[in-house]
């Protein structure tokens, strides 16, 4: 199949990842496959050209901008494009005003969150308009889907489930080689036990009450750091918190980075704080890792991370009951251990490449069943 995905940017991000690893996919499999981006190419975009897959940039400027819309036109019509796959609101509404006409055969867009942006009216508007040329609507988790149902963005005869998946051969398990060199790295003792979460720094993930139960954890726990991997508008605000909840030597800001994979392996404890989200990626791949998790109980959370089996589930914004998870974890390591190891064998059969490939490849012949 010719297959267009159309995506904002390719800067690093949980989106991305996933849509660079399912092109990867495709591409191997034999489609002929492009990505275009409504507005700069983004930082993962050299991937793709190592592999000889187009990447093209619309230059976007605000507003409505005719001109990107026909570079968008242009690039849909070379690549004879058969499947149109956006991803999220944004990219999909203009995909679907460059394309009118085409009689493009599918039209499948991804929503990769809950859509619980601060504002979103005008953009879900939009949205909601895009609707009549839109054969399905994918949700990546089953909460996201009954959320945009009831919200009415999208009707229920149109969307389907397609949980996000990993290339898990990338992944392997934590290790004390490992630990010793992250410990190295943020230079601490050898001994210290490594809580870590992967994020942007934005207000959905909330590592504010992140840092605020890490403080009630250093009071139990003396021999701890926390590692926050990523970066965003929040890096100066957040380092500010560390400093005042008094645990800015323990807290280490690593900024965006291209091995996470590594990083992950050198952990002893995964934590993810966030206030919304959809599908975790980052979740993921700390189940491909085997690391013990503790997840806050939003969107698609739940459906990786089973509370008691594969990790703990806890409330959002509440920085005690995160800490109290977190120490249980610690205090618990054996169990710990065991819910890792139950999180990697989880992940092998629910949270594959292949098997979030092999859906959305039925769902480009025609059909909205597709469930996890």
């Given at each position: 199949?010719?297959?267009?995905?159309?995506?904002?940017?390719?800067?690093?991000?949980?989106?991305?990842?996933?849509?660079?690893?399912?092109?990867?996919?495709?591409?191997?499999?034999?489609?002929?496959?492009?990505?275009?981006?409504?507005?700069?190419?983004?930082?993962?975009?050299?991937?793709?050209?190592?592999?000889?897959?187009?990447?093209?940039?619309?230059?976007?400027?605000?507003?409505?901008?005719?001109?990107?819309?026909?570079?968008?036109?242009?690039?849909?019509?070379?690549?004879?494009?058969?499947?149109?796959?956006?991803?999220?609101?944004?990219?999909?509404?203009?995909?679907?005003?460059?394309?009118?006409?085409?009689?493009?055969?599918?039209?499948?867009?991804?929503?990769?969150?809950?859509?619980?942006?601060?504002?979103?009216?005008?953009?879900?508007?939009?949205?909601?308009?895009?609707?009549?040329?839109?054969?399905?609507?994918?949700?990546?988790?089953?909460?996201?889907?009954?959320?945009?149902?009831?919200?009415?963005?999208?009707?229920?005869?149109?969307?389907?489930?397609?949980?996000?998946?990993?290339?898990?051969?990338?992944?392997?398990?934590?290790?004390?080689?490992?630990?010793?060199?992250?410990?190295?790295?943020?230079?601490?003792?050898?001994?210290?036990?490594?809580?870590?979460?992967?994020?942007?720094?934005?207000?959905?993930?909330?590592?504010?009450?992140?840092?605020?139960?890490?403080?009630?954890?250093?009071?139990?726990?003396?021999?701890?750091?926390?590692?926050?991997?990523?970066?965003?508008?929040?890096?100066?605000?957040?380092?500010?918190?560390?400093?005042?909840?008094?645990?800015?030597?323990?807290?280490?800001?690593?900024?965006?980075?291209?091995?996470?994979?590594?990083?992950?392996?050198?952990?002893?404890?995964?934590?993810?704080?966030?206030?919304?989200?959809?599908?975790?990626?980052?979740?993921?791949?700390?189940?491909?890792t085997g690391l013990p998790i503790v997840a806050t109980d939003v969107g698609g959370n739940a459906e990786i991370v089973r509370d008691r089996r594969t990790g703990r589930i806890v409330p959002p914004s509440d920085p005690t009951l995160l800490a109290e998870a977190m120490l249980d974890m610690l205090h618990g390591s054996q169990q710990a251990s065991g819910l890792g190891r139950a999180a990697r064998a989880w992940v092998e059969t629910h949270g594959s490449l292949d098997v979030m490939a092999a859906r959305y490849?039925?769902?480009?012949?025609?059909?909205?069943?597709?469930?996890?």
């Amino acid at each position: 199949m010719n297959i267009t995905h159309f995506v904002e940017n390719l800067n690093r991000g949980g989106l991305e990842r996933m849509v660079l690893d399912l092109v990867k996919t495709q591409h191997a499999q034999g489609d002929a496959v492009q990505v275009v981006c409504l507005y700069e190419r983004g930082t993962l975009a050299s991937e793709l050209d190592a592999l000889g897959i187009p990447v093209h940039a619309c230059g976007k400027r605000d507003g409505l901008d005719l001109r990107a819309l026909g570079r968008a036109r242009a690039h849909l019509l070379d690549h004879r494009t058969e499947v149109l796959h956006t991803h999220n609101a944004v990219a999909h509404y203009q995909a679907v005003l460059a394309s009118a006409g085409m009689g493009i055969r599918q039209v499948v867009n991804t929503r990769h969150g809950m859509g619980a942006a601060r504002r979103p009216g005008r953009r879900e508007w939009l949205f909601r308009r895009a609707m009549r040329a839109t054969d399905a609507v994918v949700a990546v988790c089953e909460a996201a889907r009954e959320d945009a149902i009831r919200r009415g963005i999208a009707p229920a005869n149109k969307t389907c489930v397609v949980p996000n998946g990993i290339a898990l051969d990338h992944f392997e398990l934590a290790s004390d080689t490992m630990h010793e060199r992250l410990a190295r790295m943020i230079n601490v003792p050898v001994g210290t036990r490594i809580l870590g979460t992967v994020g942007r720094l934005n207000w959905a993930k909330d590592h504010a009450s992140l840092i605020r139960a890490f403080r009630i954890v250093r009071r139990n726990h003396h021999d701890t750091a926390l590692v926050i991997v990523g970066d965003g508008e929040l890096r100066d605000t957040l380092r500010a918190c560390a400093f005042d909840e008094g645990v800015a030597g323990s807290v280490h800001f690593l900024g965006d980075r291209n091995d996470v994979r590594e990083l992950l392996q050198g952990m002893d404890l995964f934590v993810l704080s966030s206030v919304t989200e959809g599908y975790s990626m980052a979740l993921l791949e700390a189940c491909a890792t085997g690391l013990p998790i503790v997840a806050t109980d939003v969107g698609g959370n739940a459906e990786i991370v089973r509370d008691r089996r594969t990790g703990r589930i806890v409330p959002p914004s509440d920085p005690t009951l995160l800490a109290e998870a977190m120490l249980d974890m610690l205090h618990g390591s054996q169990q710990a251990s065991g819910l890792g190891r139950a999180a990697r064998a989880w992940v092998e059969t629910h949270g594959s490449l292949d098997v979030m490939a092999a859906r959305y490849g039925q769902l480009y012949f025609g059909g909205v069943e597709t469930s996890p």
